[in-house]
């Protein structure tokens, strides 16, 4: 075993380096980040297709991407992805004018669901269209998910704990059925949370409840590349139920070459006996078994790396900037994770109570400094995880990524204080010491589920840095209102509505009885109405058809403006309608 270390260590880099050789998505969890027409303009006829940029690469949910007419017609045809740019083609509508609504839903390169919708308007701003179907995710799905998670976790720690323990550290005289029962118990629930994740992957994409789904939806999860790695980690778990309890069952054993047989005794004068010669049947055997022996070892090692590494490949660490060093360190926090805390429900449950003392004092020592060992590697991979999902300080207080995260280290802060005095109580397993211990690592084995828990939860939220995507994600909203006076009617439209110079104004102008009014001069002004100032005027740029006009306007600070428009329809009449809006 000792002498195929190197080459399991080259295989798993290997395997590693295949892993994570795949093209690097800009950020996690998808966020609109422009679109075609632009959210909230007006246009003065309807486009024949409708784009989505995104800020990663996406893949569409099928029936869940819909444009709906002003009349509440549902006019898309079939979308198509290129990147991160979803194409949607549409056809005209029976009453173009209006407003449209624009409503998606996608699966974003780590694997989680992104839903929103966006407007726009053709010839002047309508009512809002209502989507014919919902864009979040149904509450069954949405407690089912970090559920399911968090059930993983405690397999993959039930495998790791008594596995280690039964290969190193287990006392000969110990029954290994309990520890063989939980490592199977392991296996299980991290099948059954892999099972079950595929069975809600297509629920959280369409918005379904739980029980909701058809064939179609599971057999194109099952074909993306989400549920082919899920797949391959359900095949290397069946190989690993396989490989792993023949190894552990028993006792390693030391079998030594037989001896060679030796001629016998014979008397003076008496014929010389055929003597055959040395059968080396033994060495055989021996070097056979070794070699079978390395083989499995090599191969559940194998196994276990990569049944690891499709966690962090189906989660936030594949669409990281750089995946290649996430994914691995996402790996290695798992198996970190699993070796502290799984072994540490291993002595909880079986070896604390009903060993000899003398035993525990040679055994708790080793498992001490592997533990520590652990807990380096775990803070090591973590703090690599946090640097690169935060991408900013204050996105550890501004976030609610950042938030969770800062409670899970507060309970880890609190679990390595419990295990710092373990550590203590290692050297005391004599007397009143081997309680104490019992009842510290009882303990930290519960406030290590409660981090398992906060996890589950974690991995489900948005990473903190990708908050600048979202607050650079483009949305449906703006300003859109109508001003009457005895000589016009006009609608106006501004998008966005924030502090800057960017802010885009759609002006259409109508007769009182409604119809198209092509007038002589535009005007708007605006105003901050908390400070004694004058009103910023800005001309309007009129378009063709007549009646419509853009322009821009600037608000330099937070605050509600008055906003005026004054409008010449002819050589002798001229008048000025006024709102107020408030910029956040």
Request: glycine content about 8%.
């Amino acid at each position: 075993m000792i002498r195929a270390v190197p080459r399991v260590l080259l295989l798993l880099l290997v395997l590693l380096g295949a892993l994570v050789a795949s093209p690097s998505p800009a950020s996690a969890h998808a966020a609109p980040v422009g679109a075609t027409p632009a959210p909230g303009s007006i246009v003065g006829s309807s486009p024949t297709e409708v784009t989505v940029t995104f800020s990663e690469p996406i893949s569409p949910v099928t029936g869940q991407i819909q444009v709906i007419a002003p009349d509440g017609e549902r006019i898309n045809a079939t979308p198509t992805v290129q990147g991160a740019v979803l194409r949607i083609p549409i056809r005209s509508a029976k009453r173009p004018l209006g407003t449209y609504l624009v409503s998606f839903r996608v699966i974003s390169a780590d694997s989680h669901p992104v839903g929103g919708a966006i407007t726009f308007s053709v010839g002047a701003p309508s009512a809002r269209p209502e989507a014919a179907t919902t864009t979040g995710s149904h509450p069954s799905v949405t407690l089912a998910v970090p559920t399911l998670k968090f059930l993983g976790y405690a397999g993959i720690t039930l495998i790791a704990g008594p596995s280690l323990f039964l290969a190193f550290l287990w006392p000969r005289k110990r029954s290994r059925s309990g520890a063989i029962r939980l490592l199977r118990i392991g296996l299980a629930l991290t099948a059954a949370a892999t099972l079950g994740a595929l069975g809600t992957q297509a629920q959280q994409g369409s918005g379904a409840a739980l029980w909701q789904v058809s064939v179609s939806e599971l057999t194109a999860v099952l074909t993306s590349q989400f549920g082919l790695l899920l797949l391959s980690r359900l095949t290397a778990l069946a190989l690993l139920a396989v490989l792993l309890p023949p190894l552990l069952k028993a006792h390693p054993r030391r079998i030594s070459p037989s001896p060679a047989r030796t001629p016998a005794l014979v008397a003076v004068g008496a014929p010389t006996p055929v003597v055959a010669p040395p059968v080396p049947s033994a060495p055989v055997v021996v070097e056979a078994s070794s070699r079978v022996a390395q083989f499995r070892v090599a191969a559940v090692l194998l196994l276990s790396v990569f049944g690891l590494a499709t966690w962090p490949l189906t989660g936030h660490a594949i669409a990281a900037p750089l995946p290649a060093v996430t994914v691995t360190v996402g790996t290695v926090h798992m198996a970190a994770m699993a070796v502290w805390l799984g072994g540490l429900i291993t002595l909880t449950v079986f070896l604390l109570r009903g060993t000899d003392r003398r035993i525990l004092g040679v055994l708790l020592p080793v498992w001490s400094r592997w533990a520590a060992l652990a807990v380096v590697w775990l803070t090591i991979a973590g703090g690599v995880q946090a640097v690169v999902q935060l991408g900013a300080l204050p996105a550890l207080w501004q976030t609610g990524y950042g938030r969770l995260l800062l409670a899970k280290l507060a309970v880890l802060a609190g679990v390595l204080t419990l295990a710092f005095f373990a550590r203590r109580l290692v050297t005391r397993v004599t007397g009143s010491g081997a309680s104490g211990l019992r009842r510290t690592v009882a303990v930290e084995v519960a406030a290590t589920v409660l981090i398992l828990g906060l996890s589950a939860v974690l991995v489900q939220v948005d990473p903190g840095r990708s908050a600048a995507a979202k607050d650079g994600a483009v949305t449906g909203e703006g300003v859109s209102e109508t001003l009457t006076n005895s000589l016009y009617t006009l609608q106006f439209n501004i998008y966005p509505v924030e502090v800057g110079e960017y802010n885009t104004v759609h002006a259409f102008l109508y007769t009182p009885e409604g119809k198209p009014l092509p007038p002589e001069e535009w005007e708007i002004s605006t105003r901050l109405t908390s400070q004694n100032l004058e009103a910023v005027k800005e001309p309007l740029l009129g378009l063709t058809p007549k009646h419509h006009a853009l322009g821009s306007v600037t608000f330099p600070i937070p605050g509600t403006y008055e906003i005026a428009f004054t409008i010449r329809v002819d050589d002798l009449n001229r008048a000025t309608v006024k709102t107020s809006l408030t910029v956040p």
